[in-house]
């Protein structure tokens, strides 16, 4: 199966600033990625597909680039509410595995 | 508007069996492919199973496959997961996922979940 593989595990970042999150897959996934959002207690929510598509209502200030097997997701200026967990997806090959998640914390 | 509401979850012991429910409403559920996916306490995500739009494309993870079995009634706008032989490491919030495009694809990102059942399973 293909490994996902997110780093680093807990971003420290201050509001306002930028945070990038790293997400590398075992073999290649071309663009066949998307990235979650997970708030406690909450289902994850869709921000990135196809691995630099937005979601429907997501903000400008998150993008995704990256293609083969090196993702990134970019938080262009940090606001409270984004300070949570965040997963990527392979949906290149199955079966369909996610990363670990990195903890985006104050 | 899109809702997922899953139902079925419990205490449960080694070995025995549980079936899962998640009841769609919102949209058309005859015209996605839908999932299911696991998180253990504290732990990261787990896709569990895959179902298509129609029924005709089944495929499960290792970890559950012969124990698990997925099925849809479009009529009732409801997924299933049968859950046999169930094992301690099977103890895990199980949510129902859409796949973010209609038609006969299985594969894909998950544009809408559900809040999630929980399973334990223990002695």
């Known amino acids: 199966e293909i490994v996902m593989t997110q780093s680093p595990a807990t971003l420290s970042v201050s509001p306002g600033e930028r945070a990038t999150l790293s997400c590398r897959a075992s073999?290649?996934?071309?663009?066949?990625l998307a990235w979650y959002q997970q708030k406690p207690g909450q289902a994850p929510r869709l921000l990135i597909y196809?691995?630099?598509t937005r979601a429907t209502g997501i903000p400008a200030r998150f993008s995704g680039s990256g293609s083969g097997t090196e993702f990134t997701l970019t938080i262009s200026s940090l606001q409270s509410e984004d300070f949570v967990v965040y997963f990527c997806?392979?949906?290149?090959?199955?079966?369909?595995?996610f990363g670990g998640g990195t903890k985006v914390e104050i | 508007q899109v809702q997922l509401v899953e139902s079925g979850g419990g205490v449960v012991q080694p070995g025995r069996s549980l079936r899962l429910s998640c009841a769609a409403s919102?949209?058309?559920?005859?015209?996605?492919?839908m999932h299911w996916v696991r998180q253990a306490p504290g732990k990261g995500l787990e896709w569990v199973a895959v179902?298509?739009?129609?029924?005709?494309?089944?495929f499960y993870a290792d970890s559950v496959k012969g124990r698990f079995t997925i099925s849809r009634d479009n009529s009732k706008n409801t997924l299933y997961l049968q859950m046999n032989s169930l094992r301690p490491e099977d103890t895990a919030l199980y949510s129902c996922?859409?796949?973010?495009?209609?038609?006969?694809?299985?594969?894909?990102?998950?544009?809408?979940w559900g809040r999630g059942t929980l399973v334990t399973v223990s002695s």
């Open positions: 996922a859409r796949v973010g495009y209609s038609g006969s694809g299985a594969s894909g990102w998950f544009d809408r």
């Open positions: 196809n691995t630099s």
């Open positions: 179902i298509s739009y129609d029924g005709s494309y089944i």
């Open positions: 073999q290649s996934v071309s663009t066949s």
């Open positions: 919102g949209f058309t559920f005859s015209g996605y492919a």
């Open positions: 997806q392979q949906y290149y090959d199955w079966p369909l595995t």
